[in-house]
């Protein structure tokens, strides 16, 4: 089975950087989108950022292009997302997700989510 397991979360000031991590198993994610979706309180999620884990091509939501980085570590199935220039609208819970390329609908793994709170 699919586990999805994030970790790196923290409280940071604004203009400060964080990576958060995703350690994944349970299959081959070679024929995967991995993305970095967040919630923060009142509001829906939003997907922050997608890589597809065989060519390593990505996708950013506006919001974030230029200062958040998606990327992969194919030898230890682990996903990342570096995190720089943090505004205090940043805060929020990140949650890793994965779904076959091949798939339609929703994203169908989740991780259990991981904290990030960015103090102005």
């Known amino acids: 089975q699919v586990q999805l397991v994030e970790s790196g979360g923290g409280l940071v000031q604004a203009g400060g950087s964080l990576r958060v991590s995703c350690a994944a198993s349970?299959?081959?994610?070679?024929?995967?989108?991995m993305a970095w979706f967040r919630q923060a309180p009142g509001k829906e999620r939003e997907l922050v950022a997608r890589i597809r884990w065989s060519d390593g091509s990505t996708d950013y939501t506006d919001s974030v292009k230029g200062r958040f980085t998606i990327s992969r570590d194919n030898a230890k199935n682990t996903l990342y997302l570096q995190m720089n220039s943090l505004k205090p609208e940043d805060t929020a819970v990140y949650y890793c997700a994965a779904h076959p390329v091949w798939a339609l609908g929703e994203y169908r793994y989740w991780g259990q989510g991981t904290q990030v709170t960015v103090s102005s």
């Open positions: 349970g299959r081959t994610f070679s024929s995967y989108f």
